[in-house]
């Protein structure tokens, strides 16, 4: 079993729909969690970053963490054709090395 | 946050030979890591760049393959060697942000080296 599991989609959307993207993590010693934004040909655009459990929100964009589930979430509002990416979770311990997911392919339809 | 440059953006390689991916930030850090993105695989670490000492791999990845050099505190490149197919993947340097001298928990990612290999 791999330590994070994302579905890798495509998921298709209309605009101004919620986006909920989701990823399941096996190892209890992760507390940092990132959500990231690839466009294609580009690197990973940190968008999201919170220790351990709760909710945090920045604009549309709202990330969650259930570490007695260990499932972590992001929602977008309101989304939009220029959202239309691949969203990586990516998550570690006390160490440096972060573990991805393998994205989620987002398209969000005019 | 921090920036991140990285040189080639993309190449065609032929089988056995080597390419060199150099990555260059905007600030001094102490540890640059890299990590490879197969298709339709997750990012991988390949191994962090320390300064002063040398690269930590991680499992999978040996120094003889994937050479890393670390001259500053603001460079880093990375070798792929004697090159296969299975080596065509995206190289990614990385770094985390600063306040101060501690870092921030944020991971930055320069964008990519796209390598296809013949």
């Known amino acids: 079993q791999k330590e994070v599991e994302q579905d890798p989609g495509p998921l298709s959307v209309p605009e101004g729909a919620i986006v909920s993207l989701n990823c399941t993590y096996s190892?209890?010693?992760?507390?940092?969690f990132m959500w990231y934004r690839q466009y294609s040909r580009k690197g990973p655009e940190l968008l999201m970053y919170t220790y351990s459990s709760g909710n945090k929100e920045d604009g549309r964009f709202t990330a969650q963490v259930d570490k007695s589930s260990k499932y972590i979430s992001l929602f977008i509002r309101d989304s939009q054709p220029s959202d239309s990416a691949t969203y990586l979770c990516a998550m570690r311990d006390s160490g440096y090395a972060l573990n991805f997911g393998k994205g989620t392919s987002l398209l969000v339809t005019p | 946050s921090a920036v991140i440059s990285q040189k080639p953006s993309r190449d065609i390689c032929q089988r056995g030979t080597s390419l060199t991916i150099q990555c260059q930030v905007d600030s001094q850090v102490t540890m640059m890591f890299w990590y490879r993105q197969q298709p339709g695989q997750s990012l991988t670490l390949i191994a962090t760049?320390?300064?002063?000492?040398?690269?930590?791999?991680e499992s999978g990845f040996v120094i003889d393959k994937f050479p890393i050099s670390r001259p500053n505190l603001t460079f880093s490149t990375l070798t792929v060697s004697n090159m296969s197919p299975e080596d065509s993947s995206i190289y990614l340097c990385s770094v985390y942000g600063l306040a101060g001298r501690h870092h921030t928990g944020e991971l930055f990612f320069g964008e990519g080296s796209r390598l296809t290999v013949l």
């Open positions: 190892n209890s010693a992760f507390q940092y």
């Open positions: 760049a320390n300064q002063g000492s040398e690269a930590t791999y």
